[in-house]
Every structure is written in C-alpha cells, then in structure tokens.
DNA sequence: CTTGACCCTGACGCGACGTGAGGCCGCAGG
DNA sequence: CCTGCGGCCTCACGTCGCGTCAGGGTCAAG
C-alpha cells in the first residue's frame, strides 16, 4: 500500500505518515524504484498502535520508545492502552458527572465554591498522568510493585485508600494552619505516616526515595498544585516535613 | 487572587495563565499598582469555561468566540460542554469495546482484518468533528435544524439513520464496482437518495447545498478518508455523482 | 503522448505553550 | 534599615506535531 491509501484508512493525512517517517516512528518496510513509499501490513498494525497512544496523550517521541521496547509483545501493548482508556473513561465520567452537578446547581439557583468547580482538574490521578508516570519511572521496581498492587485492587480497596490520603492531607493542612513547623514531631510524624501508607498502598517508599517525592511536591508544579487547592502553602509544608522526617531518621 | 494561586487552584502553570491574557483569551479583571495580575471570580468562571473547552479539543481562539458570544449565557455552555462530553463517552467506549474485541480474537488466534482495525478511527462522528463542525456552520440554518432534529432522536431512531446510510453507501460502493460512470442514472439516482436522505434526518438540502457537500467529500481529507475506507475511489465517484445530479436538475 | 491524480523532498508557518534571562515587588529576619 | 528570598513582571527564543505551499518526478488511462 502507498502513504495515500494508508493515510485514508487511518483518517490520517499523507503528511503525518511523511512526519512519522522522518522522525523514525513509521518507517515503511519498503520503497518502490522510483522512491514511492511502500506500507507492508506490519506497518499497519504499527501504525495502529501509535495512533491509539497519540489519542491517549502520548508525545510521539515516548510511543516509539514504547513500540520500540523489545520487551513489550503485542499484548502488553493491548493490555495497557485497554488500562488507559478505561482510565480515560472514569475521567470523562467523572467530568459529566461535574457539568451535571453544575447544572442542577445552577437550576437550584446555588452555585458552587471554586474548589468545587476546579475539583475534576484538580484530581488528576488520570490518564495525563498515568502517561507520564510510566515514561518517568516505568520499568523501576517501584513502578512494577504499584501496577501490581493497583490492579489487584477492587473499587473499595480505591476508595479506602483515597480516604486514608484524603486523611493524612487533611490533618497536615491542619497543622499547618496550626502555625506548628514543618520540623515539628508533629509534623515528621505525619510524614512517616505518609511514607508507609505509600509503602503499604503501592510500593515500597525508603526513607531516600520518599525525600525525592517530596522534592517532587514543590518542583512538579502539577503536584505543587495538587496541595495547593488543599491550603495554600501545604505543597511546601509537606515537602519540608518529609526532608524533616527523612533527615530525623538518618541521622 | 494572583497568578500563582489561580493557577495551583486551577491546574495550569502560570505561563499558561500569562498566555491566556495576552492573546485576550482571559484578561484578569485587574492589576494591582506594581502590575500583578489580579483575578476575581468571575475571571475564575471564565477559566472553568475556557479549561473544559480546551480539554474538549477546542482551539483557544474559537474558545474565545464561544464565550464571548453574547447570545450563549453560561446555561449553554453547560449544556454544550455536557453534550460534547457525552460524545466523548460514547467515542472512549467504543475505543474500549475495539481493544477488547481485539484482545479477545487475540487470545482466540484470529486476526482482524485492517479494515475492522481502524474501525474506530474511521468512525469519526465524534467530538473532534462536533467542534469543528459547529465552527464552520454553527449560526447556518442547517445547522441549527439539523442540532434541532439530531437532539429529537432517540438512539433507535439514530441507528436507524446509520442503517439508512451504510445502505446507501454500499450501493454507491457496488456501483463503483460494477463499473458504472459516475454520470449514469444509476449514480445519479443514489445521489439524489443520498440528498433525500439528509434532507429527511438532518436539514433541507437543496441541490446547491448537496453540490457543496459533494466538493467537500474530495476536498477535505478527513471525509475522504471516510469513504475511502469503505472502498477505494468511493470519496471521488459520490462526489461525481453528486455533481451529475445537481447539474442534471439543475439544467 | 498528453493529462490528471498521486508521489517525492525541502522549507517555512502555526498553535499552545515551555523555558530561561533580566529585573521589579513585598515582607520576614537580622 | 537593608537584605534575602520567593513571587511577579516582560521580552524572546525553543519545541512539538503537524499544515501548507513550492518545485518537480511518476504512473495509468485515454
């Protein structure tokens, strides 16, 4: 098959399958004598492939680290953007159910806090996330641990652990607003318990690799963000807290 | 409220927020002596607006006519951004219902044809079209009959309308086949079933109108991908067809 | 042997920001 | 009082994923 009859079963331009060439994503397995791409069926099931991770997010430049992985069949493949998209789904659940609730809101004449509003931007464990999470720290052991432990997870098990972190949140936001210091016990104890709710939850958090986390809180904006739109000034606050606990215990 | 503090609520970083203001997207509502952005909250409901639109796959300048269209009160946009979610639920399913399906022949031995493959990118009646359509001929009559009629239907009668459309595309598709020119009366006749067919389900579509439509299906790539998949040179001859008979009522 | 559809390779443009650079607030601590 | 230090400001250039010509070869049908 040539670029424009690929293109048109794809409902892709010639352009983009020309783009995917030169960057290497999509390399045609041939070329006819006069330079004319030649796409084999191979090529089409790559090409398959990458248009469901673009659809989910993906930059380019990760599917083909993705699809060039030898250690990832066909099936991991599936198996994965099926993960993906059902994550896609609850989120867009999640957002109907926000426009809806606006929507009775507002036909109730009451109208809701800001906080309310932003919430479904703000709770992104979504898809966005799950992309990058994987480029940043798949094939660590940490990251295979929580895959693990996560599927394994009923809707219950979630709920229960999103209200154990909601929890630990919740009373470092009211130490902060205590006026009590990040390096207080109060504090580092609160972190410690942050730490092994993580080990328990998803995966095994060292001392070291918690204090990396919380450098993450103040220097990933989106997780700065996060507890932010808790209180203003918990992203440091927690951050500090988990340098004071780790230092505590090394020392 | 200033930058930083909207934007950890919001979930964006603040170059985002400097961006929004200088391309007059959002324009805080104040500054402050020194030149601080101040936001209040109305500028916070407008954020809410613009940040659902993105995510809907809007670009920002088009964002920018919805909102400040001052025909559409802010009941619209819930209704609107509610509908295009909707759409976006229904396209995610049928991506997950795709990958499942391919798991499952997988798993069996089977392998799926290409065709069955890209099914769901092919299918593109989806939110990516919704917000492109609505700013080529949102505010036509067309248009505003055929979102008066589409929001009538009930899911029966809009597999109904699918029926009636995969007939006639297969009789254009055995045409081609057949051999037939584009210019026969057999050609000729399908077209103007086609044009009967739009004026019944969606809006009045004089041959003028259907000559338009025609151009389009060889002119944009998108609806000629959509016809070309289901048989190759199917976008040029319904299109030919089309034109053979408006120029034969016409004359 | 022409014609028209399809293919090629540059190369520039664009949308939506990211990412510094260089410099001005503003307020807590010495 | 001034000195940090985080937050804010405005340029201004960089990036990603293509869109869109420009200039020219290719191929099947008539």
């Not at 783009?19 to 994503?25: K, S």
């Not at 993960?83 to 809101?105: F, G």
């Not at 963000?225 to 500090?240: C, D, K, M, N």
């Amino acid at each position: 098959m040539n670029v424009g009859e690929v293109a048109a079963l794809a409902g892709v331009t010639v352009r983009t399958l020309h783009h995917y060439d030169r960057i290497g994503l999509l390399t045609p397995s041939g070329r006819t004598a006069a330079g004319y791409r030649q796409y084999a069926p191979a090529d089409l099931d790559r090409l398959h492939l990458v248009l469901l991770y673009r659809e989910l997010g993906f930059p380019l430049e990760e599917v083909a680290t993705l699809l060039d992985d030898p250690s990832a069949d066909p099936a991991e493949h599936l198996r994965r953007q099926h993960r993906l998209l059902r994550d896609r789904l609850e989120r867009t659940t999640a957002m109907v159910a926000a426009v809806e609730k606006e929507m009775e809101a507002r036909s109730m004449g009451i109208s809701l806090t800001p906080e309310e509003r932003f919430e479904v931007f703000g709770d992104w464990l979504p898809e966005e996330y799950a992309a990058e999470a994987e480029e940043k720290w798949g094939g660590t052991d940490a990251w295979a641990q929580s895959q693990q432990r996560t599927r394994a997870m009923t809707k219950d098990d979630w709920l229960r652990v999103k209200a154990e972190t909601d929890d630990v949140e919740a009373r470092f936001a009211e130490a902060l607003r205590s006026g009590v210091g990040a390096d207080s016990a109060q504090a580092m104890d609160l972190a410690e318990e942050h730490r092994q709710q993580i080990s328990r939850n998803f995966y095994d958090c060292g001392y070291e690799m918690h204090a990396g986390l919380g450098r993450m809180y103040v220097e990933d904006e989106r997780f700065t963000a996060y507890y932010e739109r808790i209180a203003p000034g918990l992203a440091q606050f927690v951050s500090a807290a988990i340098q004071a606990n780790a230092t505590r215990h090394g020392s």
